[in-house]
């Protein structure tokens, strides 16, 4: 099959006629939220209703067609109903929708699949039907590996919505609360760097990661009762804004992680596949987790995610009762399965290494010539252009953010906003002319917003 498969459709994109969200789709819409609650920003600041998706096109009720840079919510990244997903998903559909967690041949061939390219020994491997679950399971797994029961994250890393994994984040952002009484007990959390906005820096100005390890050094001993299991982190962080931490944080953290005998649980739902040009997102540093879990890109919008520990920990996932009711059916396994093999047969890492740097070149001149540009961050197709209303105070600008959201979607970019920071995940298999007809309509938007707030 030709990796090109979706040029076709998206000949003439974006194409809008009209208003948007059309008519059909704000009358669609609003029968559906009279009954549908809890809509994310991104829907509630663009109510459009999509009806179809091919490739890295989206067509909503109205006939508008979009180019997509969101990939649902970094799902769907080798394309909308690329065919051999696609025609993986129907065969099972039709054959067998589900056998607990018995054997079945597509499992075994994914089994196979995934010791392949995973590194370090990773190879003891459980499946789930969603990233929260197999961030909950990693955290039950390394409560059986370790025998404590303290865990460490980040500031504005994000791990899933059950209880352990919100305990892992902040989740207290814009109009969202937490409504308990605290995080669940023994889990904490500790500044990240973040090389835009440090808090330890050097003489020299640039970000300090030895005091950041330092700091969680002391606070290891000073605030953890001792019975500290793992740093559970996000590679890079893609909910917050596509933030990347310095080179040398992983490397660093490694010997503090291993001097207190604790795992590196990976969480690679948002990151992983192929998404920064690695299989795993932590590839870039050399650094193997202990635990690592995968969703999302893992089954190209079919629902199937995995938690993976080292073979030596296999033993953990016994005692832990690790199956789920639909974890790991024939069909989230042909997706796997299936996507996995076009990772590797259409040369997904390569284009997402080449157009990447399309991408980062092209952000970084967009910093230069735009007054509100503080920063932008990425690797690969995980990207982020940071807005603020004054590159020297660096202050957070939401409403220009909310406006360039609204403005490129209303020019036909389907995307995921973020607050101040624009995040982008168009899906891998996109070729620069359509990464560059992309960006353009974000500098545009961002162009109007400036004008708009006396900028230019
Ligand atoms: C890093 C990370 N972990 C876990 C999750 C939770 O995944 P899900 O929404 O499939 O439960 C997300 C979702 O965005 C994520 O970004």
């Known amino acids: 099959m030709d990796?090109?498969?979706?040029?076709?459709?998206?000949?003439?994109?974006?194409?809008?006629?009209?208003?948007?969200?059309?008519?059909?789709?704000?009358?669609?819409?609003?029968?559906?939220?009279?009954?549908?609650?809890?809509?994310?920003?991104?829907?509630?600041?663009?109510?459009?209703?999509?009806?179809?998706?091919?490739?890295?096109?989206?067509?909503?009720?109205?006939?508008?067609?979009?180019?997509?840079?969101?990939?649902?919510?970094?799902?769907?990244?080798?394309?909308?109903?690329?065919?051999?997903?696609?025609?993986?998903?129907?065969?099972?559909?039709?054959?067998?929708?589900?056998?607990?967690?018995?054997?079945?041949?597509?499992?075994?061939?994914?089994?196979e699949k995934m010791a392949g390219i995973l590194p370090g020994g990773l190879n003891a491997i459980q499946l789930y039907s969603d990233g929260t679950s197999a961030v909950e399971a990693a955290i039950r797994a390394a409560r059986a590996i370790t025998g404590r029961?303290?865990?460490?994250?980040?500031?504005?890393?994000?791990?899933?919505?059950?209880?352990a994994a919100v305990s892992c984040a902040q989740m207290i952002r814009g109009d969202v609360h937490s409504y308990g009484p605290t995080r669940a007990p023994g889990f904490y959390m500790v500044p990240r760097p973040d090389p835009y906005r440090p808090l330890w820096t050097k003489q020299d100005g640039t970000i300090d990661t030895d005091r950041y390890?330092?700091?969680?050094?002391?606070?290891?001993?000073?605030?953890?009762?001792?019975?500290?299991?793992?740093?559970?982190?996000?590679?890079?962080?893609?909910?917050?804004?596509?933030?990347?931490?310095?080179?040398?944080?992983?490397?660093?953290?490694?010997?503090?992680?291993?001097?207190?005998?604790?795992?590196?649980?990976?969480?690679?739902?948002?990151?992983?596949?192929?998404?920064?040009?690695?299989?795993?997102?932590?590839?870039?540093w050399n650094v193997v987790p202990d635990v690592v879990t995968f969703g999302k890109s893992f089954g190209n919008g079919f629902p199937v995610t995995a938690m993976v520990v080292k073979e030596e920990y296999g033993e953990a996932l016994e005692k832990i009762s690790a199956s789920s009711s639909y974890g790991g059916n024939p069909m989230a396994c042909a997706a796997a399965l299936a996507s996995i093999e076009v990772i590797e047969n259409e040369n997904i890492l390569d284009n997402v290494r080449s157009v990447g740097h399309y991408f980062m070149n092209r952000m970084q001149q967009m910093k230069r010539d735009h007054p509100i540009i503080g920063d932008v961050k990425g690797k690969g197709f995980l990207l982020g252009i940071e807005l603020v209303k004054d590159k020297s105070t660096k202050e957070p600008f939401e409403e220009a953010g909310k406006k360039v959201y609204q403005k490129a979607f209303r020019k036909g970019l389907a995307w995921i906003p973020a607050g101040h920071i624009l995040r982008m995940s168009p899906p891998l298999i996109m070729d620069e002319e359509y990464a560059k007809l992309g960006m353009d309509i974000i500098e545009e938007a961002i162009g109007e917003v400036e004008k708009e707030f006396g900028y230019i």
Request: with cysteine; proline share 6%; aromatic share 12%.
């Open 3 to 111: 990796k090109y498969w979706w040029k076709e459709s998206a000949i003439g994109i974006p194409s809008i006629t009209g208003e948007v969200p059309g008519p059909r789709s704000r009358e669609m819409h609003a029968h559906t939220a009279r009954y549908m609650k809890g809509l994310s920003s991104q829907v509630k600041l663009f109510p459009v209703c999509f009806e179809e998706g091919h490739g890295i096109t989206l067509t909503d009720v109205d006939g508008n067609r979009y180019l997509d840079f969101s990939s649902g919510i970094y799902v769907t990244s080798l394309g909308h109903c690329h065919p051999k997903v696609s025609e993986a998903i129907a065969k099972w559909a039709n054959k067998l929708m589900n056998a607990h967690d018995f054997t079945t041949p597509v499992k075994e061939k994914l089994m």
């Open 149 to 163: 029961h303290e865990f460490l994250s980040c500031f504005r890393d994000f791990h899933g919505k059950s209880m």
């Open 213 to 284: 390890i330092a700091f969680y050094d002391e606070f290891i001993r000073e605030s953890t009762v001792g019975n500290h299991a793992a740093f559970v982190l996000e590679p890079a962080q893609g909910w917050a804004g596509s933030i990347f931490p310095p080179d040398d944080f992983f490397p660093k953290l490694i010997p503090l992680i291993r001097k207190y005998k604790m795992l590196l649980v990976d969480d690679e739902v948002l990151a992983g596949m192929g998404r920064t040009g690695e299989w795993l997102c932590l590839d870039h």
